[in-house]
């Protein structure tokens, strides 16, 4: 159940989701400077900012203060915060360019199909498989941040994939299955 228009975009949960939004310019300045101490900074922010995604949803569950606005900024945020960090470290070559392309034009897709039935006054939910690529998500650029912020990183330039890839890389397996579960529901409602 959502709340309608009368409860205030300023609730708790939604400070948290904009607390989120305004943290990416900070996460991404940290990691272009490319230093040891500053992707330690980019990985404590980012952890923060992984943190506050599970706070919103919980108060707004707990409180009862879940809202329109909520239901749409939380995703939103999320998305910003994954796709800001995936494109930065992209740009300094942590992270393949295909993965962050792959990853990116899935949010689109899932974005535009969310539009399109808020359009409709359908509410298109996140799904239990799209919860966990975002956790994925999170947990392979927060390894990949930590795993930078050492002077002699821990995995690097060996021939094994560092562990926030392979985490990055079952995110991106849950985001095709996510995916197809989305366009499979469309198909449904249409």
Do not use: H
């Not at 494109?87 to 070559?93: A, D, G, P, Q």
């Not at 392309?101 to 799904?127: D, H, M, Q, S």
Request: proline share 4%; hydrophobic share 50%.
């Amino acid at each position: 159940m959502v709340k309608d228009e009368k409860t205030s975009i300023w609730t708790l949960p939604n400070r948290l989701s904009l607390l989120r939004i305004l943290s990416i310019p900070v996460i991404c300045f940290f990691i272009s400077l490319q230093e040891n101490r500053f992707f330690l900074l980019s990985f404590f922010f980012f952890v923060l900012a992984g943190i506050t995604d599970g706070l919103d949803g919980f108060f707004a569950r707990r409180l009862k203060l879940k809202s329109r606005f909520g239901v749409y900024i939380d995703p939103i945020a999320d998305k910003m915060l994954i796709v800001s960090c995936l494109v930065t470290l992209s740009y300094y070559k942590v992270v393949p360019l295909w993965l962050t392309v792959l990853l990116v034009l899935r949010e689109f897709l899932i974005n535009g199909i969310r539009a399109f039935y808020a359009e409709e006054g359908i509410t298109v939910y996140p799904t239990k498989s799209g919860k966990y690529k975002t956790a994925f998500q999170i947990i392979g650029i927060s390894l990949l941040l930590l795993n930078r912020s050492f002077e002699n990183p821990i995995i690097s330039g060996s021939s094994y994939m560092e562990p926030g890839l392979v985490a990055l890389i079952i995110a991106l397996i849950l985001s095709i299955y996510s995916a197809t579960k989305y366009l499979l529901g469309i198909t449904k409602i249409a």
